[in-house]
C-alpha cells in the first residue's frame, strides 16, 4: 500500500491545575530517560535484559521522557503568552514489543504529549489517542500495546492529580 488514511482521536484533558504544578508533577512521574545507563549498556555489550533491568529502573510508572521541547521559550518573542511543553514520552522495551511485529510502530513511538496553558493558567494535556495510532497499522498485537499505552498515560496523569479514563474512553 503506498498511502492509507486513518481517524486518529485526539484526547485534550484540561486539568484545572496550573500550568507550572502540572508540569512538574508529570515530569517526576515520568522522568528524563536515563541515556547514560543505556550507552553504558551498549558499549559494554550487554543484553536485551540489562536493557528491560535499566528501563524497569528508570520508568517506575512505565514512562520516560526522551525529549522535552519548551514551546514558552520559542514563541513568546512572537508575542505569544500561551504557555506550552511538548514531549516524547515511551519505553523502548514497550515499543519493542511492537516493533518486532511491523516496525512501522515507531512512526507513533514515542508518544507525543502537549501541555498548554488555558485562560486560566491551568495546563491542558493533549495527545493523539495511542490505539488510534498503533491501530491504523492494522496488527492485533501492535493495537492491543497501544491500549496498553493509554492505561499508562491514565496512570501518569492520575499521578499528576487528574482523572482522565473518561477522556480516553
Known amino acids: 500500500m503506498p498511502s492509507q488514511s486513518h481517524t486518529v482521536a485526539r484526547v485534550d484533558v484540561h486539568t484545572g491545575i496550573p500550568f507550572d504544578v502540572f508540569i512538574a508533577a508529570l515530569e517526576e512521574a515520568a522522568p528524563a530517560v536515563d541515556r547514560g545507563a543505556f550507552e553504558l549498556i551498549d558499549e559494554t555489550g550487554g543484553?536485551?535484559?540489562?536493557?528491560?533491568?535499566?528501563?524497569?529502573?528508570?520508568?517506575?510508572?512505565?514512562?520516560?521522557?526522551?525529549?522535552?521541547?519548551?514551546?514558552?521559550?520559542?514563541?513568546?518573542?512572537?508575542?505569544?503568552?500561551?504557555?506550552?511543553?511538548?514531549?516524547?514520552?515511551?519505553?523502548?522495551?514497550?515499543?519493542?514489543?511492537?516493533?518486532?511485529?511491523?516496525?512501522?510502530a515507531l512512526l507513533y513511538?514515542?508518544?507525543?504529549?502537549?501541555?498548554?496553558?488555558?485562560?486560566?493558567?491551568?495546563?491542558?494535556?493533549?495527545?493523539?489517542?495511542?490505539?488510534?495510532?498503533?491501530?491504523?497499522?492494522?496488527?492485533?498485537e501492535v493495537t492491543e500495546v497501544g491500549k496498553d499505552l493509554e492505561r499508562h498515560v491514565i496512570e501518569l496523569l492520575r499521578l499528576c492529580g487528574v482523572d482522565a479514563s473518561e477522556d480516553f474512553a
Open 47 to 104: 543484553t536485551w535484559d540489562d536493557v528491560r533491568a535499566a528501563m524497569a529502573e528508570n520508568a517506575p510508572h512505565h514512562l520516560v521522557r526522551y525529549f522535552r521541547l519548551n514551546g514558552t521559550e520559542v514563541l513568546r518573542p512572537a508575542g505569544h503568552s500561551v504557555r506550552s511543553m511538548e514531549y516524547l514520552t515511551g519505553n523502548h522495551v514497550i515499543a519493542e514489543t511492537m516493533f518486532r511485529h511491523d516496525p512501522r
Open 109 to 140: 513511538a514515542p508518544l507525543r504529549m502537549l501541555v498548554h496553558s488555558d485562560d486560566d493558567g491551568n495546563a491542558v494535556f493533549t495527545m493523539h489517542r495511542p490505539s488510534d495510532e498503533f491501530g491504523s497499522l492494522g496488527v492485533p
